[in-house]
């Protein structure tokens, strides 16, 4: 059957809203409320949605078939959440039929808006060098926390693609933040090894997740709240414990 | 105090970068971090203790936030998160797990708890903005209705 020449059910049209959002770190309540937004401007305004951060539960009303999404993969991307809330604004005024909506859901779906991975290490590089002086580090330790935490950041990249587990790959880029800031401070070039850390290591830090765990639970999303709050505690057990084990070898 | 400035705003910036913020908010997201971070800088550096120094920025951050989202009519939780990433206790969280690790639990445990008073600073801080939104947004209503 092809696809194509089958109308976009109002179902689609919502989930698939959903799953750009939540795969690019939106707040749950956020997930929802678009997608009862899209549903309520097509007409249907009794729709039901249960988000939590691995997958969607959506049912139109109460005689519909009610659908589900599995949300595997998660990542950051402030601007496809953006694009997405500007999408269902457009639909909610009335701009945008189902069909165009869809069109451009799909659209954004396959796009890739990022930066690319050159400019992200670079950006991660900055970061960890402004880290460092906002902790009241010297700008001897400048130059060492940006090239630590630029390889740390490369590193996690990496051993993402390669590892599944992304707890693994946050310990491993820690690890070698840890190393290299051990190498540093063993070749004079920085001053404080603890600034030239924490510096290096706030790229890795799980700052939307606990944005999000704190708004989630505020907003009454009790289940992804904790488990938002869960995820970002153990990736910063993963930072710890690969800092840890880097900084022992010595 | 300026060095202080342009590092938080850098910082901000490039944490928009990282969570690919659209391009045309990154300056935004530097500002709101920046003002953020020097409320509570300044706070800190003329005594005040860190958790309501925190409580303080985060609050800023908050209300900065959801003005710069009514006005560019974008989701909140862009300038939100590179702004508040500067409170987030990581150096003191850091401190923590090294006493851990080196056996010395009792300053280990101590500064988790501080990091962890902080983190829910954060979240208050947050929360106080939301909800004086809610408030102003409700008032308005009101008046509309009337």
Request: with cysteine.
């Amino acid at each position: 059957m092809d696809v194509k020449s089958t109308p976009p059910s109002i179902t689609s049209v919502c989930l698939l809203a959903g799953k750009i959002m939540l795969q690019s770190g939106a707040e749950t309540h956020r997930v929802e409320d678009t997608m009862q937004r899209i549903a309520a401007s097509f007409g249907k305004t009794a729709s039901q949605s249960y988000v939590t951060p691995t997958g969607i539960i959506f049912s139109i009303d109460g005689t519909d078939p009610t659908n589900f999404m599995r949300i595997s993969e998660r990542s950051t991307d402030l601007h496809k959440i953006a694009i997405v809330n500007s999408i269902s604004r457009q639909v909610t005024n009335g701009e945008l039929s189902m069909a165009e909506a869809n069109d451009q859901l799909k659209q954004t779906d396959l796009d890739s808006y990022s930066f690319s991975l050159f400019f992200q290490v670079i950006a991660a590089a900055l970061v960890s060098g402004c880290f460092a002086i906002m902790f009241d580090g010297s700008w001897l330790d400048f130059v060492p926390a940006m090239l630590a935490g630029a390889a740390g950041y490369l590193a996690m990249e990496r051993f993402h693609d390669w590892v599944e587990i992304r707890f693994f790959a946050e310990f491993l880029a820690s690890v070698i933040i840890g190393l290299l800031s051990l190498l540093f401070i063993h070749l004079q070039l920085g001053a404080e090894m603890d600034k030239i850390i924490i510096g290096a290591v706030m790229p890795l830090v799980p700052g939307l997740l606990i944005t999000n765990a704190v708004r989630d639970l505020m907003a009454g999303h009790l289940v992804a709240g904790l488990s938002k709050g869960a995820e970002a505690l153990l990736t910063a057990c993963a930072i710890g414990a690969g800092i840890a084990v880097g900084i022992s070898f010595v | 105090m300026g060095e202080q400035l342009i590092t938080s705003f850098i910082a901000a910036a490039g944490f928009g970068v990282l969570f690919n913020a659209p391009r045309k908010a990154l300056i935004q997201c530097g500002l709101v971090g920046m003002l953020g971070w020097v409320l509570y800088y300044g706070l800190a550096s003329e005594g005040t203790d860190a958790v309501p120094a925190t409580l303080a920025g985060a609050f800023l951050v908050g209300g900065l936030s959801k003005v710069c989202a009514k006005y560019y009519k974008t989701p909140v939780i862009i300038f939100n998160v590179s702004g508040i990433i500067p409170l987030v206790p990581g150096g003191l969280a850091y401190d923590a797990m090294r006493n851990l690790v080196e056996n010395d639990y009792n300053a280990g445990v101590q500064l988790a708890a501080k990091a962890g008073l902080i983190s829910g600073a954060i979240a208050i801080g947050l929360v106080f903005s939301e909800v004086i939104n809610q408030v102003i947004k409700k008032a308005g209503r009101k008046r509309k209705a009337k």
